[in-house]
């Protein structure tokens, strides 16, 4: 069968590259994909919240299955739009409808949501453009740190952690005001948690579930999680901290319930949940929901995936992930992320990237990268995933550094820690 991916990072790159060793693909579409994509299929000049384009390739190209990478195009409404067109009807879109996706594109529905299931999460108040003055009121009764959250996406930058009531009133207002566009005309505050954070992936047909292999990534941009946050830095899996017995509490408190509540509220999910989780104490809480995989967190979940993953995406959109049994690779596999210098503020692009034929027994999953003639050139801040497998993550990110050095380019940066706190 012919698949089609949407997206163009580091993620997606790993997608084709996991898709690829299934015997049931014949053909893969990247759109827009990246320098690495090419690798395994085709690239396609089509941006992923461009529908009818999508409708047209799917159709001239007779792909027979969607895998949405990023969460814009699911909380637009791809899967809803595919169900809508009868051209388009019988193809699987791997990925929630747009009301489930809210779980992600609305952090007062997610906290609804999770507020309807007892599932564990920080307390939390919203407000709207129109309590301005209740919001400023109620931070100034808060010990800080002060939580602020944009309900919509924000493409990873709206939630503020702030040490000082002052300055959380003031950002409060700015966001209220449109710091985030409409992203943030409404707002959660929570209470902050204190605790070390992981991520777990669950695949869902909408009543079964797949528990994929635990994560956990590095979004500070320095050494020790320090500096502005990135889409993420590197990451490892599995999570060492993470035991059978914590691991235990979060299949109960959190991950059967959040399957429950989609089926509960009537929510058509066919994809990735990704849960962003916070261990405080010996117990697990919920951060966030992502309606899809992390970046780079498939970079090193998917390789620890010894799954026909084609497979798992068909038993998804049939409903019978309960006849699919998972198999992990008991390996530890790590990422360290290539970003161009100045990234996550201003970088520049088009730098030409050297060295990526020397690297051995690592996997290089490109990210924010393509072609010019004959060369692979940068296109984005964070360029590059190197993943490596070890008996441990030490080991594997030992590989994952020495193989790091070998690619150049110019102003190139990444973080020699990944891992530094387990
Ligand atoms: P989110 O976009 O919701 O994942 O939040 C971004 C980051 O902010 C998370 O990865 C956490 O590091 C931090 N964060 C979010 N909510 C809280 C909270 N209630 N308490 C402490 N840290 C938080
Ligand atoms: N690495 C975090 C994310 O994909 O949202």
Redesign the pocket.
Known sequence: MNILILGSGGREHTFAWKISQSPLCSRIYIAPGNAGTMQHGINLPIGVTDFPAIKKAVIEKNIHLVVVGPEIPLVEGIYDYFKKEKSLRQIPVIGPSAKAAQLEGS?AFAKKFMASQDIPT?GYREFAQNELAEGMDYIATLTP?V?L?ADGLAG?K??L?LDDIKEAQAEFKAMLEGKFGTASSKIVI?????GI?FSVFVLTDGTNYKVLPIAKDY?RIGEGDTGL?TGGMGAVSPVPFVDATLFKKVEERIIQPTIAGIQAQQLEYKGFIFI?L?KVGDDPYV??YNCRMGDPETEVVLPRLNNDLVELLLATARGTLDKTTIEIDQRSATTVMLVSGGYPEAYEKGKVITGIEQVRDSIVFHAGTTTNEQQVITNGGRVMAITSYGNDFKKAVALSKKNAKKISFDKKYYRTDIGFDL
């Open positions: 952090k920080a740190p939580v959250k990873g709206g939630v952690i929570e209470d902050f948690l204190d954070e979004k946050n962003g916070i951060i966030e």
